[in-house]
């Protein structure tokens, strides 16, 4: 499975932003997708998960009632919508894919930067 973000870019505080997660591969639609963040100098940080079927949906604890994951397995694809953002937001964003053999996620993308300024 390949993993391709794109959406990132300058936004401003309050303002939102969707990001995408282009996925290769027929078996990412078995797989649990997630959403990492990791700003300047910090470690990575959790921000969303959800499983192959959407049925278990998981997110951060600084993002709670402000983003959204949501995939469609049909066009492989992993979404994060993101809304009210924060200059405290602002890192590289990564889509990330786990078999479901796996506890860890064996599947990264190459991220895409979000900036929120104030």
């Known amino acids: 499975v390949q993993l391709v973000e794109s959406g990132g870019g300058l936004v401003h505080t309050g303002d939102s932003l969707n990001l995408s997660c282009a996925a290769t591969?027929?078996?990412?639609?078995?797989?649990?997708m997630g959403w990492f963040r990791q700003a300047l100098g910090r470690e990575r940080e959790f921000v969303a998960a959800m499983s192959w079927s959407g049925g278990v949906i998981l997110y951060g604890d600084s993002v709670k009632g402000r983003f959204t994951i949501s995939r469609d397995n049909a066009k492989s694809m992993g979404y994060l919508q993101m809304s009210s953002l924060k200059p405290e937001d602002t890192a590289v964003y990564y889509c990330?894919?786990?078999?479901?053999?796996?506890?860890?996620?064996?599947?990264w993308g190459q991220g895409t930067q979000v900036t929120v300024s104030s």
């Open positions: 990330a894919a786990r078999s479901p053999s796996s506890s860890q996620y064996e599947y």
């Open positions: 591969g027929p078996a990412f639609k078995s797989y649990a």
